[in-house]
Each structure stands twice: as structure tokens, then as C-alpha cells.
């Protein structure tokens, strides 16, 4: 899995259209290995980024669950306590 590449389900508030793009956009990456597509690729490219934003919001709009929403701020605090525990507490906060 791509480290870049956040969860977005299950947010509130509910993901963006530019975080699902963004989401989209390093799948799109990640799996073609371009990071910036050649003049002759970018029309493909996009194409794909544009299929992932649609089957994500399909996907979103199917999903169903019963847990509370989470806190974008809480799970960042966790996630960069992760972090300092694995490769220690010098790690700068962003």
C-alpha cells in the first residue's frame, strides 16, 4: 500500500473532492510507476485518475457502517505518536 495514500472513509467532516483526487492521483502513480506521465501518457493517465475519483465515490456511497465518524485532528495525533514511537522523538511535528 502506498504510504501516501490516506483513508478517507468514515471522516467528518467527509472527505473533499480534491482529497479523493489526490487519493486517485498517487493510486494512479503508484501503479503506472510514472509520477509525471509523458506528453504521449497524459491523456490515459488522467483518464485512470478520473475512473478511481468516480469508483471511490460509488465505493463511499455504498459503504455502510455503524461506527462513529472519526476526528481528522485525533487520528493525525495518533498517527504521528506512531510515528515518534517508531523512529523516535526528534521526529518534527509538520
Do not use: W
Not at 509525471?36 to 497524459?42: D, V
Amino acid at each position: 500500500m502506498c504510504r501516501n495514500i490516506r483513508t478517507l472513509y468514515n471522516f467528518e467532516p467527509p472527505a473533499t473532492n480534491d482529497e479523493i483526487r489526490a487519493a486517485a492521483t498517487q493510486f494512479v502513480r503508484k501503479i503506472s510507476g510514472f509520477a509525471r506521465p509523458s506528453a504521449a501518457n497524459q491523456d490515459a493517465f488522467d483518464r485512470a485518475v478520473k475512473e478511481i475519483e468516480r469508483a471511490s465515490a460509488v465505493l463511499f456511497g455504498s459503504l455502510v457502517t455503524n461506527a462513529p465518524p472519526r476526528n481528522r485532528d485525533t487520528e493525525a495525533t495518533k498517527a504521528h505518536m506512531r510515528a515518534a514511537l517508531r523512529f523516535g522523538p526528534e521526529l518534527k511535528r509538520r
